[in-house]
């Protein structure tokens, strides 16, 4: 994928389409992009096969806006990224969420502030406006699940589970920069 996503910056540089400076962010934008198509297209595989579709739906629906505003661990390579991702669909799909589905229970949003890995380089405009438009997300979220409840469980079940496992995909992202910067300070102080 990141070979497709140099390319197409590079095209996208010859003709002049983007600035020099801007091709490394070019090509992590197109790159989240194409894994986001493959993304999708194997859960879409994976809900038929499994006869999962609402569950797989809902889940990897919640769980892809939301994490889109709250950033979270970065997998290092696109493969490993989608491997983690299909497993984590297929545990909550198929293991975890069927036992929810058993107990009765509310939920409720845990507001966290967005947390970006490095690369992104993320201004902190851009950071407060994805803090506002996670709210947005988690507030559409909340009322889906209380009017669907009722009539269709398994909204509630799914998409609460998306959005904790945003929140510890967020966690294990602020685990993982504080040993980096413990790393960093180790290495400079040697």
Not at 39 to 55: D, G, H, R, S, Y
């Amino acid at each position: 994928m990141h070979r497709i996503a140099k390319s197409l910056s590079e095209y996208s540089l010859a003709k002049h389409w983007i600035n020099p400076d801007d091709q490394e962010w070019c090509i992590y934008a197109i790159e989240t992009k194409l894994l986001s198509i493959v993304f999708f297209f194997a859960m879409a595989v994976l809900a038929l096969i499994l006869n999962a579709i609402p569950q797989t739906s809902i889940f990897t629906l919640t769980f892809y806006n939301l994490r889109r505003r709250i950033g979270g661990y970065h997998a290092p390579h696109a493969w490993v990224c989608l491997l983690i991702s299909i497993c984590v669909t297929f545990c909550i799909t198929h293991l975890i969420g069927p036992a929810l589905e058993q107990i009765p229970y509310g939920t409720t949003a845990m507001v966290k502030k967005p947390v970006y890995p490095p690369q992104t380089q993320f201004n902190n405009a851009v950071v407060a406006a994805n803090n506002r438009r996670k709210n947005v997300i988690l507030f559409i979220i909340a009322i889906v699940q209380f009017v669907c409840f009722r009539f269709y469980p398994y909204v509630l079940v799914y998409s609460f589970l998306a959005v904790l496992t945003g929140l510890i995909s967020v966690y294990i992202e602020l685990f993982r920069q504080m040993i980096m910067e413990g790393y960093d300070e180790k290495v400079r102080i040697s």
